[in-house]
Nanobody, 118 residues
């Protein structure tokens, strides 16, 4: 059974930092493309950061220069380092795993809440 478990969310002041973790089990981690999404109240879920072909990282414009996605294949874990947090970063953050080849099955974690507020 595939499981993705996010952790590391919480309440932080503007300008602060958090590091989110997503631990995967039940899958061959290296065969999956990993990504972070977020969903703010009343808004659609949006892609925040992901690994593109060749291991390059991509980010939504609003987080470029502030967020960093990384992965540790030995620990089956993907991370999202978030610096210089802003109120508009407040959302539930989700990780997603998608198989790199057919059948391109994908899995989601349960989400972790990030609240940026003074």
């Amino acid at each position: 059974q595939v499981q993705l478990v996010e952790s590391g969310g919480g309440l932080v002041q503007p300008g602060g930092s958090l590091r989110l973790s997503c631990a995967a089990s039940g899958l061959s981690f290296g065969n999956y493309a990993m990504a972070w999404y977020r969903q703010a109240p009343g808004k659609e879920r949006e892609l925040v950061a992901f690994f593109a072909d060749g291991g390059r990282t991509k980010y939504v414009d609003s987080v470029k220069g502030r967020f960093t996605i990384s992965r540790d294949n030995g620990l089956n874990t993907v991370y999202l380092q978030m610096n210089s947090l802003k109120a508009e970063d407040t959302a539930v953050y989700y990780c997603k795993a998608r198989r790199k080849v057919t059948p391109w099955d994908e899995y989601w974690g349960q989400g972790t809440q990030v609240t940026v507020s003074s």
